[in-house]
């Protein structure tokens, strides 16, 4: 697990602090389309270089201020990047820049780099922009003797200058770089998306109205696709998937269907890029005169345009950004003569380094595969994560039974099991309705389950689920309440209703629960049934998975919540405010949104602190007042120790602090558990719920025999995990012994490699575990097999 550091790894594991940045300078720049994060990216490389000693600048305006030098080129300090981390956009700037394309532009910019000594570079752009980087490091050496032939510099300054080092993160709201599962800016721009759609789906339900929305993505149809299945979309456009000939009388039957099944709008979006199969653009106003002459339906268009670029970056991209950030500093440092650029990069959870010219040949070969309409094969080099979204739309995209399956004799039950979780209906909607599409029948059971016992189960269609995705909490109901003292009567309501299958979305009491049901499977063989969990929980507290559904939405309540309150410290200066978050034992919530919100301290339960810690913290407090950010944010996790509670914490900062901070309190409460999925939960949530439900008709077929389903074997009672790069299914038997039932928590958690990261942020001298990073990995193009990461999220 991502989180494992175990005693035999002791003398294997690298420390950064062996990596010394003394007599180095790293400069940063932002080209191309600006994306939200890019602040996030900028202030982790100033911070980080800062920190291991290297002297770090500021390059303004992209490519333009490094061509035109001069006050473009500014050093940076620790204090220059305090308060960017939740703004959006660029705060150096981006231009695009016609000069640095000529080699004229190329060689003044390297003289204003040696004149600065600068010879690491940070980029963070689009392709365009990495491209630009790499040509400028292969030219370095010729710029630098013309430089010496002009007598611009000495032979000295050349031979001190001789390599450039270049590092680039991938800022791009489309999402079009191969090689990396998320770009910088993505995320948020996919809760633009989502904050408009929701909103334009009360008006429209108001008067039966069907919109035609345009979004972003002139080449990738990665936002038009993930909000659409985030959405639940009734049709998409997208540049890589052009629809058939006839499209226009499917679309317009699918229309009147749904209206037919009394549903009162229609959702269309459409890519700015999309074509049809003869390169022809479809365009949002084609589409509209399309439904209105054949349907007559009241039809209106948005276009989102800029919106999508502007606002303030979700906790997803803040997080992506400061740690590719920090990753693009170690890459640089560790960089030496014969190290290609690199594009520190996500897969799965996971950050890796890629070779920069790869990713940008694989991104090139994607359009080249559309110029010539190959599209399966443009839509195979654009990677796992486009291929899983897609094949998920699809397959809830046809409303009716593959015929092969259409009258199979599965019954299968779906139920929401302990605390509300934002993304449970998104989940339960995939899951219902792929559960048709391959045949079953489908059970709802209410209130988990203790509804279960009660006998609240009953069957859910198609329509029932209509409109869930964007719904918080649980529309299913959920409680508490193990299964365990009512075995008899869950098994009576199983054959009653005959169920052959479970699928149980919920925390830590879904676990226990199944772990239940599955040891009582000698005894009942109604359990002996296929039976899977999905996790879903702001705790993001389950063994067997890196991140639960729910825990999104969670991090950016706190986000959104931190903002504020560092807002209003940073008007009355001098205030430190102390903000409990939930989590039961695990400070995952803690300690990702304190890394998302910039915290200077974080208390979790698995990091044991004493007094003298807390004395440390309210001395790095005061220290802090006496520079130019004159305010604190301290994160404690609710559980993290009996004794230091909230109010003692707060008692303690206020004595200590008096004179030179005041302090506030804020216990954050159950607003993180309410409030409209996030799209990455929603698309989350869709995508393992239809992936659990391929894996009950698979295990049903195969446990299918003498006209029953019979299965007892433990790999058929499993929870349905994200571990580092791929999704799997792990028995929850094997789960047990990763488990600490007393405090509700995994034994390993590959977040807490992220603690010495928000600490190096907040400036805390630390000792930080770089094992993990380092090794350059290249792009694969084989067809990973199933069972291992073709089935990453």
């Known amino acids: 697990m991502a989180g494992a550091t175990g005693p035999k790894r002791q003398d294997t594991r690298k420390f950064f602090e062996n990596l010394s940045g003394a007599g180095k300078c790293i400069a940063v720049l932002t080209s191309g389309g600006d994306a939200q994060g890019m602040n996030g990216a900028v202030r982790a490389v100033v911070r980080m270089g800062t920190y291991v000693g290297a002297k ?34 660029t705060v150096i700037g981006s231009a695009r820049c016609k000069e640095f394309r000529s080699h004229e532009g190329r060689l003044k910019a390297a003289h204003n780099l040696v004149q600065r000594g600068i010879t690491y570079l940070c980029v963070i752009g689009g392709d365009g922009s990495l491209t630009g980087a790499n040509l400028f490091r292969e030219e370095w050496s010729g710029l630098l003797n013309e430089l010496i032939e002009q007598g611009l510099i000495d032979e000295e300054a050349a031979r001190s200058h001789s390599q450039l080092h270049i590092v680039g993160m991938v800022g791009s709201i489309d999402n079009d770089f191969c090689g990396t599962d998320m770009t910088i800016g993505t995320d948020s721009a996919l809760h633009r998306i989502i904050e408009v759609v929701d909103a334009i789906m009360t008006t429209a339900q108001s008067h039966q109205r069907t919109f035609v929305l345009e979004v972003m993505g002139r080449h990738c149809g990665y936002l038009a696709l993930v909000s659409a299945l985030a959405c639940g979309a009734d049709w998409v456009f997208i540049p890589e998937m052009p629809p058939e000939d006839g499209w226009e009388d499917n679309m317009c039957q699918k229309l009147s269907e749904n209206r037919a099944d009394k549903k009162r709008l229609n959702i269309i979006i459409v890519a700015e890029g999309a074509i049809d199969c003869h390169n022809k653009a479809i365009t949002p106003d084609y589409i509209k005169d399309l439904v209105v002459s054949r349907l007559g339906f009241d039809t209106r268009v948005t276009i989102l345009g800029h919106v999508q670029r502007g606002g303030t970056p979700s906790a997803f991209d803040r997080i992506l950004a400061s740690r590719m950030g920090v990753e693009a500093v170690l890459a640089l440092l560790e960089a030496s003569t014969d190290t290609p650029a690199c594009v520190v990069s996500l897969v799965g959870n996971q950050a890796i380094r890629l070779p920069l010219m790869e990713c940008v040949q694989m991104t090139q070969e994607v ?50 099991v302990g605390a509300p979780a934002a993304g449970m209906n998104a989940a339960v909607r995939s899951a219902v309705r792929v559960g048709i599409t391959e045949g079953h029948k489908m059970f709802a059971v209410n209130d988990g389950f203790e509804g279960f016992y009660k006998g609240q189960i009953k069957e859910i269609k198609w329509g029932d689920v209509g409109g869930w995705t964007g719904q918080g909490g649980s529309l299913l109901g959920t409680k508490r309440t193990l ?40 005894k009942h063989p109604e359990f002996c049934v296929p039976m899977v969990m999905i996790p879903a929980t702001v705790s993001n507290n389950i063994p067997g998975s890196d991140l639960s559904i729910g825990s999104d939405t969670a991090l950016n309540a706190i986000t959104d919540t931190c903002d504020r309150i560092k807002q209003s410290a940073s008007g009355t200066k001098r205030r430190v405010f102390i903000i409990e978050t939930m989590g039961g034992y695990c400070g995952y919530l803690a300690t990702v949104g304190g890394l998302a919100a910039g915290a200077d301290t974080v208390y979790i339960y698995e990091e044991p602190f004493d007094i003298r810690d807390l004395q440390a913290n309210v001395e790095h407090l005061t220290q ?15 559980n993290c120790n009996e004794n230091f509670t909230t109010d003692f914490i707060y008692q303690l900062y206020s004595e200590e602090g008096r004179g030179v901070f005041d302090c506030r309190k804020n216990i954050l409460g159950h607003m993180q558990q309410g409030g409209a999925p996030s799209p990455f939960d929603r698309n989350f949530g869709t995508k393992v719920a239809a992936k659990a439900i391929q894996w009950i008709t698979k295990t049903l077929k195969e446990s299918y025999k003498e006209g029953r389903v019979f299965t007892n074997s433990e790999d058929t009672a499993c929870l349905l995990g994200m571990r580092r790069r791929a999704m799997v299914f792990q028995p929850v038997a094997q789960l047990r012994e990763e488990t600490d039932f007393v405090h509700r928590i995994p034994k390993e958690q590959w977040w807490l490699k992220l603690r010495p990261l928000m600490k190096i942020l907040a400036k805390y001298k630390t000792s930080y575990d770089v094992s993990d990073a380092g090794q350059l990995e290249h792009v694969t193009r084989v067809r990973p097999k199933e069972n291992d990461a073709s089935a990453a999220i």
């Open 56 to 89: 770090v600048y500021f390059i303004h305006e992209g490519y333009q201020g490094m061509v035109d030098g001069g006050d473009y080129i500014k050093e940076a300090t620790w204090e220059s990047v305090s308060s960017v981390l939740q703004v959006g956009g």
């Open 624 to 638: 802090k007042m006496k520079t130019s950010i004159q305010r604190g944010l301290v994160l404690r996790n609710e």
């Open 483 to 522: 299964p365990a003292k009512h075995l008899d009567e869950i098994a009576e309501q199983m054959r009653i209703h005959n169920i052959t299958a479970l699928l149980v979305i919920g925390g830590f009491e879904a676990y226990v629960g199944l772990l239940e049901l599955s040891s009582a499977r000698d």
């Open 367 to 416: 359009q080249k595969a559309m110029d010539e309409k190959k599209f399966d094969e443009a839509v195979r080099l654009r990677g796992r994560s486009f291929e899983n979204n897609l094949s998920t739309y699809r397959l809830l995209a046809s409303q009716t039974a593959r015929s092969e399956l259409q009258n199979s004799s599965f019954n299968v039950a779906v139920m929401n």
